[in-house]
């Protein structure tokens, strides 16, 4: 992959637990270098991990999020996703994703419908199986 790619929180753990939408999500988790993690990711997939499987797998799956860039939600990148938000009536974390992908012109990888039809989203339905 070349271009930069920002994957949503229910992409990580898609990931992290090897769940049937996993590899849809792979290849761009592993590459790095070209990695936008946002910030709202690393609390909604430590929070996640913490309930369901512990500390210590927390702290390890937040480590491996921040081998990617890591973007700050700063008051511009906030001010870009209230906008977006309501433009796409979408939820506070999906709206900060968005705005993150869009400002560093990257493609955004889900599986939240809320943000299917939007341009430079990658969309793959949640797998009934994982629910």
């Known amino acids: 992959m070349s271009s930069l790619n920002v994957v949503d929180s ?26 936008l993690v946002a910030s709202v990711s690393v609390l909604e997939v430590f929070r996640w991990v913490y309930r369901e499987h512990g500390e210590s797998n927390a702290l390890r799956a937040t480590a491996l999020m921040q081998q990617g860039h890591v973007v700050d939600l700063d008051a511009t990148l906030a001010l870009r996703a209230a906008k977006l938000g309501l433009q796409h009536r979408l939820p506070l974390a999906d709206s900060i994703l968005l ?23 990658q969309y793959r339905a949640k797998s009934k199986l994982a629910e």
């Open 99 to 121: 705005a993150t992908a869009h400002v560093f012109d990257a493609t955004l990888w889900t599986q939240d419908a809320d943000l299917e039809a939007i341009p430079g989203v």
């Open 10 to 35: 229910s992409g990580w753990i898609e990931y992290f637990t090897a769940s049937p939408n996993a590899d849809f999500f792979a290849a761009s988790v592993e590459d790095t270098e070209h990695l």
